[in-house]
């Protein structure tokens, strides 16, 4: 069922930042495939997860995004994302891109440690899927994803990106991605 799930996460996938840009991702591994070939090649799942009891991270050459193992699932509307700046450079803002407000604000430049930001909120989307049990029985599942999307700054780059949830049986939001913009 999870890979179902996943799989059937693809069409509904990034709701948040527009996708005129290309995004490198953290995926987890059954929604991999689904998630590249949604997206019209925007989407580069550059790394993989299997399991949901860790942290996950990706990066850009000045920004470095990181989802917390108590973040990898959620039971609430919202998740705190931890953002560090590379090369030298220095995190200086980061906003809520689903609702524009600021969440921090500052001159961050250790680039060895994570400023913990958030929470951010989700944009819920949902979509049917229709699927064949093993039975060859149709099934109709309604996939429902929840978007967290951010803008941040460096010194010297700005940064849209993503990090998206699907509840799966349990009713438990569990991370399918997180992105960063590839530039």
């Known amino acids: 069922m999870r890979k179902a ?21 953290v995926c987890q ?21 299997k399991s949901y009891d860790g942290s996950v991270s990706v990066q850009e050459s000045q920004l470095k995004l990181y989802v917390s ?10 998740a705190n994302l931890r953002f560090r ?16 407000k600021l969440l921090y604000i500052g001159d961050h430049c250790d680039n060895s440690s994570y400023v913990n930001v958030g929470p951010f909120k989700f944009n819920k989307s949902a979509t049917s899927v229709t699927q064949t049990d093993p039975n060859g029985n149709p099934v109709t599942v309604t996939v429902t ?3 967290a999307t951010y803008l941040a700054t460096t010194t010297g780059k700005k940064y849209n990106g993503m990090a998206q949830w699907t509840t799966m049986p349990d009713g438990k939001k569990y ?3 997180a992105c960063i913009q590839n530039q």
Do not use: H
């Open 85 to 100: 700046p590379r090369d030298g450079k220095c995190l200086e803002t980061v906003a809520d891109g689903n609702t524009g």
């Open 29 to 49: 591994t059954d929604a991999k495939s689904a998630i590249e070939s949604s997206s019209g090649g925007k989407l580069d799942c550059a790394e993989t997860y």
């Open 175 to 177: 991370l399918q991605a």
């Open 5 to 25: 799930l996943a799989l059937a996460f693809a069409g509904t996938c990034i709701a948040g930042p527009a996708l005129a840009a290309d995004y490198k991702c």
């Open 69 to 78: 193992s108590d973040n990898m699932v959620q039971g609430d509307q919202d």
């Open 145 to 147: 994803n929840w978007t």
